[in-house]
């Protein structure tokens, strides 16, 4: 079993729709939890980090960690054909040991 | 503010040739790693450094060597190319402690070789 699992999609959605991108994750020991988004032919750049369980908040974006069902989440508010890329999501296992989802690439439609 | 420089961006290799992947860093950060990415494979580290000096095998590490000789550099080493090896790789580093450790990539560089 990988430890993060993500349905690489793709998504396909018109804009101004909410999305919701998910992860699960198989060790409870997993403290932070990290979004990256990656546009075609560059590098992940960092979107949005939590720590343990709950939500945070940063403009359209808002990024959810359920620990008790180890599941996290991505929703995307109004989204825009700008946010279509590649969302990866990762946890850290302590140790500087980072695992990776495979990706869920989205399209946003005009 | 660069965060982390990867070199050559693009490359085609013959089958048999070496090369070498330059990455720096700026950030003054301990960790680096170097990743590949495949389609449906999502990313895998190959090797990865805990400080200067230090370099240690992660996933995939067969086929590539790595040298941190400084702490800003962590280079990626092809010593007889494959076409296995055709893939995009990422330079990443980080802090070495606590929580709100997060990682950075590089542009990535993506390798063919024929």
């Known amino acids: 079993q990988k430890e993060v699992e993500q349905d690489p999609g793709p998504l396909s959605v018109p804009e101004g729709a909410i999305v919701s991108l998910n992860c699960t994750y198989s060790?409870?020991?997993?403290?932070?939890f990290m979004w990256y988004r990656q546009y075609s032919r560059k590098g992940p750049e960092l979107l949005m980090y939590t720590y343990s369980s709950g939500n945070k908040e940063d403009g359209r974006f808002t990024a959810q960690v359920d620990k008790s069902s180890k599941y996290i989440s991505l929703f995307i508010r109004d989204s825009q054909p700008s946010d279509s890329a590649t969302y990866l999501c990762?946890?850290?296992?302590?140790?500087?040991?980072?695992?990776f989802g495979s990706g869920t690439k989205l399209n946003v439609k005009p | 503010n660069a965060g982390v420089t990867q070199t050559p961006k693009f490359r085609v290799l013959k089958t048999g040739q070496s090369m070498t992947l330059l990455c720096a860093q700026d950030?003054?950060?301990?960790?680096m790693y170097w990743y590949r990415q495949d389609p449906g494979m999502g990313l895998r580290l190959i090797h990865y450094s805990v400080g200067e000096g230090t370099t240690a095998k992660g996933e995939v590490p067969d086929g590539y060597n790595v040298s941190r000789l400084k702490k800003q550099n962590f280079l990626l080493g092809l010593e007889s190319a494959a076409p296995s090896q055709t893939s995009v790789y990422f330079c990443?580093?980080?802090?070495?402690?606590?929580?709100?450790?997060?990682?950075?990539f590089g542009e990535g560089s993506w390798l063919t070789v024929v």
């Open positions: 060790n409870s020991a997993f403290q932070y």
């Open positions: 990762a946890t850290g296992g302590g140790f500087n040991k980072f695992y």
């Open positions: 950030m003054n950060h301990e960790y």
């Open positions: 990443a580093s980080s802090y070495s402690t606590g929580a709100g450790n997060t990682i950075y």
